[in-house]
């Protein structure tokens, strides 16, 4: 009956689209792996201070550690190696800290072929005020869902003539389509009352059209969720001036990049964002979103923290929310405590002293 | 003034010789001011705009009333200007945002380039009419060439806000990038949009940019781009505007990715001074602005082109659900009126009417419901031409 009610959890949890195979079960009572992607710069020790955590909240995770340096392939196009594509196919689920794109290597960045090779299409940012730590805006709860794949970051361009460049913006019926239906199966398992399509139609009148229908059309199939439109202008004018009207805002790629990090920096900036990257095939990737920080790599001063909560995502995810819950309110009561703060969060403490903090928290709580 | 004239025959006369050597970087942009020491000086460096449509000593503005808060808000400004005695006649066009044909907004254009200079409201666009019917506004803009769009942002003191002390110029480019209107559907269910980026107008607007920040005594620029993504299109943008920077030595220089500029602007917004950036980012910078300083009812815009003018408020926002019901801010609109007042060298009236409009906003606290008060528009106005008419300049009575 247990294992029932779990497994039925696990599936309602991160908006399983009818369409896709389900989760496998191997939770429940058994240890799950997931793969977990290091990353560059300060990746490897807050990848070490998450794994810390796990072990102290005695989570059933076990970690598959692997590389994704891009290698050239037969054929001549770049891909990941394939013992990690290999693992992330077997496991679905991954971790993976901050990637660096180096700028004239000649193969594009390590995001976008994680991306391309598991056609990551939804990229999911919740947004909640941490207390502990304050900035001037208190009371955001909001999710920003982002079409990943096409939109104006197609990256295709073209030199018309010399001195005019041509972007191409692209929509297209089936991928607007996905997102929407993503967007409302999520606000429905997670008990989110409304979801707000963004976007510039009145300018974009083809493009953004489409999108536009495409969500009307889903929002047909979810009455429980009210389904609302407004333009990009209307939404950042009023996020700046009272998030709180904000649930879930569904939009195409740009939009999401710009306004998924507009709420970032409500909260508090990259260090403290968790977010998740939805694939086709049942895969998710969690991920901290900040850059590599090479200045202080190597000096245990980094911030684990959106680490940390992109972990807790991904627990919530496979439907361990015990765990999810004991771990993010350890986490958010050390940074409310402010005694143990890394330099980002306003003190000097050292990555391991925060780690251990949380670490003692979770170990009381049991 | 008979220099003037003469500068102006001569420049005429000679355009079609020195044209070429003049080049585009030899335009003076309106909003800006020029010195020129000696005639000759100025013959070769200014080519001077058209002067305004100033007849018996009054000016003629087309004025188009627009939708929702737009007609109310601009009768508060025709009354304020009747009652202050500014010499400026309106030319009213209207717009009918329903009808599809381009007759309406053709003879706004029309009017507009009688005149050199308008002040408008928002005309609404019908997102679900077909691709076809062009935002009115976007035609405007584009078949004037009002290639900059500025908005000053500042706080004002009287209203309460999270951000304190924010001074953002925001100079966006106001005719290409995504707003060209170039869509189409190759294959049934994939939609391609094309935004252009120019170099002659990357280089226009990079420089308006840096001619503002100089005569307004700035010290830094900040373009926005996304060229780590769009390498082609912004980064030609962000190329453009390194080379301006590079004839002004004595201005900083420094470019930021507009997801993280949006990020900084809600933690840090005091570290940015003047913004230059593409379309579709300066919608979003703008909007995000507004909201810092308090909201949409605040803030005034200018776009200029090389010949025309044309003023707004900043977001262009049509505020249906709130017309006709007195409670829209006129705050907006009444600043704008004097950035256009500013514009037609009537400096005295201008100032007169902007000290009048800041001290019923930082002293009487007579703010309207968008700022947090419950004032209506008309006593707010009624308040203005109170204070101006205790100033003791002549005016009508109220």
Known sequence: ?366 | KHTTIMMATLTKAFKPILGRQLGNTAKLFPGLSCTCNTPTECLFIVYLQPPPAKYGGRHTVTLIPGDGIGPELLNHVRELFRFSCVPVDFEVVHVNSASTSEDDINNAIMAIRRNGVALKGNVETNHTMPPNHKSRNNLLRTSLDLYANMMHCQSLPGVQTRHKNIDIIIIRENTEGEYSNLEHESVSGVVESLKIITRNNSLRIADYAFRLARDKGRRRVTAVHKANIMKLGDGLFLQCCKEVASGYPDIEFDSMIVDNTTMQLVSKPHQFDVMVMPNLYGNVVSNVCAGLVGGPGLVPGANYGRDYAVFETATRNTGKSIANRNIANPTAMLLASCLMLDHLKLHDYANMIRGAILTTMNETRLHTVDIGGQGTTSEVVQSIMRIIQSGGPLTTEI
Request: glycine share 8%.
């Open chain 1, 1 to 366: 009956m247990y294992l029932l009610k779990l497994s039925l959890q696990v599936s309602h949890v991160m908006g399983a689209i009818k369409t896709q195979s389900p989760l496998p079960r191997t939770f429940s009572r058994g240890i799950q792996t997931v793969t977990l992607i290091p990353g560059d710069g300060i990746g490897p020790e807050i990848s070490t201070a998450v794994m810390k955590i796990f072990e102290a909240a005695k989570a059933p995770i076990q970690w598959e550690e692997r590389n994704v340096t891009a290698i050239k392939g037969p054929g001549g196009r770049w891909m990941i190696p394939p013992e990690a594509k290999e693992s992330m196919n077997k496991n679905k689920i991954g971790l993976k800290g901050p990637l660096k794109t180096p700028i004239a290597a000649g193969h594009p960045s390590m995001n976008l072929l994680l991306r391309k090779t598991f056609d990551l299409y939804a990229n999911v940012r919740p947004c909640v005020s941490i207390e502990g730590y304050k900035t001037p805006y208190t009371d955001v709860d909001l999710v920003t869902i982002r079409e990943n794949t096409e939109g104006e970051y197609s990256g295709i361009e073209h030199l018309i003539v010399d001195g005019v460049v041509q972007s191409i913006k692209l929509i297209t019926e089936e991928a607007s389509r996905r997102i929407a239906e993503y967007a409302f199966e999520y606000a429905r398992n997670n008990q989110r009352t409304s979801v707000t399509a963004v976007h510039k139609a009145n300018i974009m009148r083809m493009s953004d059209g489409l999108f536009l229908r495409k969500c009307r059309e889903v929002a047909e199939n979810y009455k429980d969720v009210k389904f609302t439109e407004m333009y990009l202008d209307t939404v950042c004018l009023n996020m700046v001036q009272d998030p709180s009207h904000f649930d879930v805002l569904v939009m195409p790629n740009l939009y999401g990049d710009i306004l998924s990090d507009l709420c970032a920096g409500l909260i508090g900036g990259l260090g403290v964002t968790p977010s998740g990257n939805i694939g086709a095939n049942g895969v998710a990737i969690f991920e901290s979103v900040h850059g590599t920080a090479p200045d202080i790599a190597g000096k245990d001063l980094a911030n684990p923290t959106a680490l940390l909560l992109s972990a807790v995502m991904m627990l919530r995810h496979m439907g361990l929310h015990g765990y999810a819950k004991k771990i993010e309110t350890a986490c958010f009561d050390t940074i409310r405590d402010e005694k143990v703060l890394t330099k980002d969060l306003g003190g000097n403490a050292k990555c391991s002293e925060f780690t251990a903090d949380i670490c003692r928290r979770v170990q009381d709580m049991d």
